[in-house]
């Protein structure tokens, strides 16, 4: 639709998302500032997101070295956090019943003392702590567009329309999108995020190599109350994955009587009618687990994809006019699956940089390219590249990967020293012919166990039906053939139950979307394109 | 033309969960909203607006977090906003609500044309405060309002009853409850937030309407909640999977109908 924007809206710096990586920036920023006394910029914030937090979600056990400094002792007190790691289990699960405990855990997973809890309370948390230094959060408007000068430098964003038809007409509650400009914009979109891959796409700042995902599914289960297992986590390894699939889960106790569970399993898989939602449901069905949420109920889900790439897949993080933060940089120490110190660190390195363009009041990409010197400094960073090499080896054998991850870590990431290569996750499915799945052991539904549907329900997801789909496919005849060989994958693959399979033609209910973006990376025939729906739909997540 | 709508902050419903063992709202992960009936209350005060010109004032009382209600009406046009907040007014009923706001409604100005409310709020159900205003101000009331029509200082409204649509005419000043059968609300624009968030909101104690305490919160409220108790859960029903074969599923709740006698 054609858009009538009025007048361009105003400021000094735009953040895109409000994820962590988003609001450090905005935090240290306006702190910094303050402290030394010099004058506060208008910082913005906007986010697709019904409120802050509604579309983050994490583990989360917290590194909270990107917090020292930034937040005071008082504010890390109060952190809506109730939980800090207690007890660390790490175990293999050989088969749907059988497991072993590692008689020590891995020095690289050990967080004996970290917070965990819910990452949108503590993402909601950083944003009231933001509007109180000045910064203004705008939830509900979906930046969908990066607007450019005419050199191709990146000088705002323009804001979705809301009030469309499906059709694309205007509806009697039409409001048109607006644009902000900004003297630089920082894109914390978060995992695969639209307009950061745009730019990464046009200004050519891949990484060597090409970011890969995986899938997290989680559910928050109510337990009945025990007060001694708070500050409990558990990490596994193995089942239900397979040997040649980067795949595992934890469980953490946040509260008297909530735990957390997730599976994250990488999108390189191979076989087609892999399903991650059931993996999820076998997951939790295995008696390791099941201890874990016994007598609980479900009553929150949600799903989202993590980039593994780690350091090789890390792109330019600097473009005219626009710096990369956080999970949209695919800033995960890969090998602990942790990214919000890192995401807040890079965010606290934009700052710095950001401080420095305002004080001589230049932005221009040179200066800009500073905030890179500054995240290769990190402690983040650094822990980015002694795992380097972790990630890639999984995808042959389980095996290989625990080696490689040993080698890597014990050497520094000095070994291997090559970049190992690795797939890009939709073309590593193979056609159907390959053979069929072994039919999977059934899980029967029950409290901790909901069908994908239930847990769609509990994700508070929910879109204006009479809008555009967002989920463009952009070629049925892709489907045909897709539905032939791959038996259509996208049913499966979608934790949300978006892709329905009917009568040999694939239907789209967009308004059960997750935003994980899934879709988008693993389709084989790299068919689905994700747009942005109506800003404040998608899902609400309160403590995922 | 100045119309007060008045709006009330209330917990997110679509996914409630009462505790077992106290049966009230477990508020853990229940965001706060503007009651949805406010919503449409709120968009046919701005479609008046838009039609005649008028000075939109949106009111509510609650916490002092509430104002973020008033900021929303105000990014989607409402001119200005006046929050109720004391502690003096915690724990009023219906009753001692109506009394606070139409002290305020009093205060703001001598002569309000319009005053509306939402049909009723979603966390409370009464549907009682729109009608207790227009006593105590001594002011027409209309109920169920799905249309507003103005002309000089005659109203016509179409409202929206059970057998059909009432078309009703009136003279202003007039309390008017909305429900969702009504225009669809607009959105909030961007540029409507940011001038809405640094908006000054004043904000009223009992003192400063010239509430008279006896009247107000616990004091004023001759409600009492006796007891609190959770519906009887309903059992799952009977589900017919007609995912496989629907005509069977179809005949089987035939059958089904026609053995309990409904068909």
């Known amino acids: 639709m054609a858009n009538t924007a009025k007048q361009v809206i105003q400021t000094d710096i735009l953040c895109v998302g409000a994820g962590v990586a988003s609001l450090a920036t905005a935090l240290a920023l306006l702190r910094g500032l303050k402290a030394q006394g010099r004058p506060l910029p208008r910082v913005t914030v906007v986010e697709k997101g019904r409120s802050v937090g509604s579309h983050v979600l994490s583990g989360a056990v917290i590194d909270p070295s990107g917090f020292d400094g930034l937040l005071t002792e008082e504010e890390i ?21 059988r497991a072993m405990r590692i008689p020590w855990v891995p020095p690289m997973m050990q967080a004996h003392g970290y917070p965990v809890g819910s990452l949108t309370k503590l993402t909601q948390y950083l944003a009231q702590l933001c509007e109180r230094e000045g910064a203004e959060v705008y939830t509900g408007f979906a930046a969908v567009e990066l607007v450019e000068d005419a050199k191709g430098r990146v000088i705002g964003v323009r804001t979705g329309d809301k009030g469309v038809d499906r059709e694309g007409r205007a509806k009697s509650n039409f409001t048109p999108g607006e644009e902000i400009h900004a003297k630089a914009v920082v894109l914390g979109e978060g995992a695969c995020g639209i ?15 090409e970011q890969s995902y995986a899938i997290g599914i989680k559910e928050v289960v109510e337990v009945p109350a025990d007060e001694a297992r708070v500050g409990e986590i558990a990490h596994t390894f193995g089942y239900p994955s397979d040997w040649s699939t980067y795949g595992g889960g ?41 201890a874990h949420i016994q007598g609980g109920k ?31 940089a695919g800033l995960v120490d890969t090998l602990r699956i942790k990214g919000v110190h890192i995401a807040m660190q890079s965010g606290r390195a934009a700052a710095a940089t950001l401080a420095e363009c305002l004080a001589k009041n230049d932005f221009s990409l040179a200066a800009l390219r500073a905030y890179g010197d500054r995240l290769r400094q990190t402690e983040g960073w650094k822990q980015l590249k002694r795992v380097k090499n972790v990630r890639a080896p999984f995808s042959t054998n389980l095996v290989l990967g625990v080696m490689s991850a040993g080698c890597a870590w014990a050497t520094h990431g000095a070994l291997p020293f090559w970049p190992v290569p690795l797939e890009s996750d939709h073309e590593a499915l193979l056609p159907l012919k390959g053979g069929r799945l072994p039919p999977a052991p059934r899980v029967e539904a029950g409290p901790t166990s909901p069908d994908r549907l239930t847990d769609v329900f509990m994700s508070g997801t929910i879109h204006d039906e009479d809008q555009p789909c967002h989920l463009k496919i952009k070629d049925r005849k ?67 | 033309m100045h119309i007060i709508v008045c709006v009330k902050q209330v917990p997110d419903t679509t996914n409630v969960r009462i505790n077992p063992e106290t049966n009230t709202l ?6 706060s909203i503007m009651n949805p009936f406010d919503e449409y209350a709120l968009e046919e005060a701005l479609r008046l607006k838009d039609a005649h010109g008028a000075r939109v004032t949106v009111i509510t009382m609650g916490p002092p977090q509430a104002d973020v209600v008033l900021r929303e009406a105000m990014a989607r046009g409402a001119d200005d906003g006046v929050l109720l907040t004391d502690r003096a007014f915690a724990g009023a009923d219906t009753l001692a609500t109506s009394y606070a706001i139409a002290q305020a409604i009093r205060k703001l100005t001598s002569r309000a044309d319009l005053i509306l409310f939402g049909k009723q709020a979603i966390d409370g159900d009464t549907a009682q405060v729109g009608p207790g ?18 002309e000089g200082d005659r109203f ?16 202003l000043p007039a309390v008017m409850t909305v429900v969702k059968e009504a225009a669809v609300p607009r959105f909030a624009s961007l540029s409507g937030w940011m001038a809405a968030k640094k908006a000054a909101i004043p904000r009223w104690g009992a003192q400063d309407v010239g509430a008279a305490p006896e009247a107000c919160g616990l004091n004023g409220s001759p409600t009492k909640v006796v007891k609190i108790f959770a519906p009887p859960v309903k059992t799952g029903g009977t589900r017919m999977d007609g995912r496989e074969e629907p005509s069977a599923a179809v005949e089987q709740i035939l059958k089904l109908l026609h053995e309990k006698g409904v068909a």
């Open chain 1, 250 to 290: 934890f469980v953490y106790h946040v509260s008297p009587t909530q735990v957390m569970i997730c599976f994250a399993y990488a999108l390189d898989y191979a076989h087609p009618e892999k399903d991650p939602h059931t993996l999820f449901r076998q997951f939790k069905a295995h008696p390791v687990m099941a």
């Open chain 2, 133 to 150: 205003v227009s006593e105590f101000l001594n002011c027409a009331l209309v109920t169920y309002v799905k249309s507003i029509c103005v």
């Open chain 1, 195 to 209: 307009l950061t891959d745009r730019l990464i796409a046009a200004k050519k700042l891949q990484g060597r190599r």
């Open chain 2, 156 to 171: 016509t409204v179409e409202t929206q009853m059970d057998e059909g649509v009432d078309v009703i005419e009136g003279r």
């Open chain 2, 26 to 31: 477990m508020r853990e992960g229940v965001e």
């Open chain 1, 478 to 544: 892709a489907c045909d053939a897709c539905i032939v060989r791959y038996g259509a994958p996208c049913q499966r693959f979608c934790p949300a139950e978006v892709y329905r399979l009917e009568e040999g033609h694939i239907h789209v209910d967009f308004s059960n979307c997750l935003h994980c973006k899934t879709c988008q990376i693993k389709d084989p025939y790299q068919n689905i394109e994700w747009t942005f729906p109506q800003g404040g739909d998608g899902p609400r997540y309160t403590r995922m």
């Open chain 1, 298 to 328: 479900s009553v929150a889900y949600g799903a989202k994809v993590i980039p593994e790439g780690g350091y090789y897949s890390v792109p330019q993080v600097v473009a005219d006019g626009a710096l990369i933060v956080g999970d949209g």
């Open chain 1, 77 to 97: 007190a109060k952190m809506p956090i109730e939980a800090r790691v207690s007890s660390e289990a790490f175990h293999m699960l050989f088969d749907a019943t």
